[in-house]
């Protein structure tokens, strides 16, 4: 407004009146604090409204939209773009004519890349490409030999090159959703740029404070100042970086229809078992259905993408829903054995305290009773600063360590017993491990081993949660189950440490060795004779075939 100074100048005036008026100094401390508390309340607010909400499903219909693969699996799978989402691509691209998938052998699948110009022209009839569609496609070239790649081929390099590849394909399949006003940027620009605005001027406040570590009012403040600008940085950095999208109206209508669509593929069609050269005879809808996680085998077959570890659908409880598996590496005590957590836990307990007692006494006494009289003042200073940062810090620790303590006395007496479907079972990284005379007498399988172990996880669905977490195991109960059984599990309900586990139902077959296109084919004639919606469903496919 008129008349009103801006917020740099304001921040000049202080921190020119603090260098000069010792008495000003509190008030900028308490200026960076408040500062620090609005943007941390403004970051939760921002994050509770922009959480991005999921379509309503529309009637069930087999008419598909103009919308690709990929961004089907964006507006179906809270508004993230899983890794389904590349083969889905590819076969989108093998329906429109830029290559052909064949089966060979029992489990062998082979792309053979359409006939191009040597300037790498569109076939025939087919249309020009979005710029995913030609990263997966110069992929496909990059990898043939005389126009032919076997899909086990198909996987996109070394790990750090294809997170650079799938990093690049995620941006483009939110830039071309974006461009279609189906989704936009949960956090808007302007929020980062007040968070490191607001960091920004809480650093400088705190510094002109100049708040001696041995001043028994205003030191405990300065330390809560400095951890929560800490915070608020590592807040500005994750929404800096973030390409999380939310919903817009059109996005929730859109998501909506496919929702429905694929509520007829599931009463309809039989793609959990269809290879990936069934795309000769479905189309189009083999695409989708791998794109909205119903088309299981031909993913598998085609290594562009794995099975997406946190988003899966499940039809526990009657009906198919999406469910997101989180997997906690850092939940205090995190499948620990109750007396374990307790334990460990009153160790770190008793380790953050005597650190943080230890740094907090040295803050208040710099020289140490006289014995560091000669050494500068101001080196002093900076190190009464950098033992009042030890001891904030400190307090990550010991709040971890008392949750876990907490956690661990509760499930000494409960338990709970969970019956569902596992959903994800996943080998993950093993991170930190035990020391080795600890890992002697808990993990007594793996004496004399060196490598580290990987961290075992199962997601079991009971059927009425749209969020799951995925609980820590040892190797003994891991290879006791597979993924889709149903199993009945007693579990810690707080630590997630799982006692037992009884498998009650095999997983579903997998429906053996591929099937021929022939095959294919007349297996889906005689369902259709059977189901007139999956006629009417092939009649769609072979239509969409027909206008190219």
């Known amino acids: 407004m008129p008349?009103?100074?801006?917020?740099?100048?304001?921040?000049?005036?202080?921190?020119?009146?603090?260098?000069?008026?010792?008495?000003?100094?509190?008030?900028?401390?308490?200026?960076?604090?408040?500062?620090?508390?609005?943007?941390?309340?403004?970051?939760?607010?921002?994050?509770?409204?922009?959480?991005?909400?999921?379509p309503r499903p529309a009637e069930p219909g087999m008419e598909l939209g103009p919308e690709p693969p990929a961004v089907v699996d964006l507006l179906t799978d809270d508004f993230e773009v899983t890794s389904e989402a590349v083969p889905a691509t590819l076969l989108d691209l093998a329906a429109r004519g830029?290559?052909?998938?064949?089966?060979?052998?029992?489990?062998?699948?082979?792309?053979?890349?359409?006939?191009?110009?040597?300037?790498?022209?569109?076939?025939?009839?087919?249309?020009?490409?979005?710029?995913?569609?030609?990263?997966?496609?110069?992929?496909?070239?990059?990898?043939?030999?005389?126009?032919?790649?076997?899909?086990?081929?198909?996987?996109?390099?070394?790990?750090?090159?294809?997170?650079?590849?799938?990093?690049?394909?995620?941006?483009?399949?939110?830039a071309d959703a974006q461009a279609r006003g189906l989704c936009r940027r949960r956090w808007p620009g302007w929020v980062s740029g007040v968070a490191w605005l607001a960091?920004?001027?809480?650093?400088?406040?705190?510094?002109?404070?100049?708040?001696?570590?041995?001043?028994?009012?205003?030191?405990?403040?300065?330390?809560?100042?400095?951890?929560?600008?800490?915070?608020?940085?590592?807040?500005?950095?994750?929404?800096?970086?973030?390409?999380?999208?939310?919903?817009?109206?059109?996005?929730?209508?859109v998501g909506g229809r496919w929702l429905g669509v694929r509520r007829y593929l599931v009463e309809h069609g039989q793609f959990a078992d269809q290879p990936a050269a069934a795309v000769a005879v479905w189309d189009r809808y083999l695409a989708h259905a791998a794109a909205m996680d119903l088309a299981g085998l031909a993913v598998r077959q085609l290594p562009l993408g794995a099975e997406d570890d946190r988003h899966a659908w499940s039809a526990e409880g009657g009906e198919w829903r999406p469910v997101v598996v989180d997997y906690p590496r850092f939940e205090p005590g995190w499948g620990r054995h109750p007396?374990?957590?307790?334990?460990?836990?009153?160790?770190?307990?008793?380790?953050?305290?005597?650190?943080?007692?230890?740094?907090?006494?040295?803050?208040?006494?710099?020289?140490?009773?006289?014995?560091?009289d000669s050494t500068d003042p101001e080196v002093l200073r900076r190190a009464g600063w950098a033992a009042l940062v030890v001891?904030?810090?400190?307090?990550?620790?010991?709040?971890?360590?008392?949750?876990?303590?907490?956690?661990?006395?509760?499930?000494?007496?409960s338990t709970q017993t969970v019956e569902g479907v596992v959903l994800r079972a996943r080998a993950r990284s093993a991170g930190l491990q035990p020391p080795r005379f600890v890992r002697y007498f808990t993990e007594p399988e793996r004496r004399g081993q060196k490598e580290a172990e990987p961290r075992w996880y199962l997601a079991v669905d009971p059927g009425d949660a749209p969020r799951l977490d995925a609980w820590r195991v040892r190797r003994r109960i891991y290879q006791q189950v597979r993924q889709h059984q149903r199993v009945r599990?007693?579990?810690?309900?707080?630590?997630?440490?799982?006692?037992?586990?009884?498998?009650?139902?095999?997983?579903?077959?997998?429906?053996?060795?591929?099937?021929?296109?022939?095959?294919?084919?007349?297996?889906?004639?005689s369902a259709a004779e059977a189901d007139p919606g999956a006629a009417a469903l092939l009649a769609a496919a072979r239509a969409l075939a027909e206008q190219r």
Do not use: K
């Open 199 to 253: 960091a920004l001027a809480a650093g400088g406040l705190l510094w002109a404070s100049g708040v001696d570590s041995n001043e028994d009012g205003l030191a405990p403040l300065a330390v809560g100042v400095g951890a929560a600008l800490l915070v608020t940085i590592a807040a500005a950095s994750q929404v800096t970086a973030s390409q999380r999208q939310r919903d817009t109206p059109e996005g929730l209508a």
């Open 3 to 54: 008349g009103l100074p801006s917020p740099v100048a304001a921040l000049t005036a202080v921190l020119a009146a603090a260098a000069t008026d010792p008495s000003v100094r509190p008030l900028a401390l308490w200026g960076a604090a408040l500062v620090l508390g609005l943007t941390l309340l403004l970051l939760a607010l921002v994050a509770l409204v922009t959480s991005p909400r999921r």
């Open 98 to 174: 830029w290559c052909e998938l064949e089966s060979y052998g029992p489990d062998q699948t082979i792309c053979r890349l359409a006939p191009t110009d040597t300037s790498g022209r569109a076939p025939t009839g087919a249309e020009a490409l979005l710029p995913y569609e030609q990263r997966v496609l110069d992929h496909l070239r990059g990898l043939a030999v005389d126009g032919v790649v076997p899909a086990a081929a198909l996987t996109t390099g070394p790990e750090d090159v294809s997170d650079r590849w799938w990093r690049g394909f995620r941006r483009e399949v939110i």
């Open 489 to 525: 599990v007693e579990v810690r309900p707080r630590l997630g440490y799982v006692r037992s586990v009884q498998v009650l139902a095999p997983a579903p077959a997998a429906g053996g060795p591929a099937q021929s296109v022939g095959t294919v084919a007349a297996t889906t004639a």
């Open 339 to 372: 007396v374990s957590a307790v334990l460990l836990g009153l160790l770190g307990t008793a380790a953050s305290l005597g650190v943080m007692w230890l740094a907090w006494r040295y803050s208040r006494d710099t020289d140490l009773g006289g014995l560091l």
């Open 391 to 413: 001891c904030a810090l400190c307090v990550i620790p010991l709040g971890y360590a008392a949750a876990e303590v907490w956690r661990g006395l509760a499930d000494l007496v």
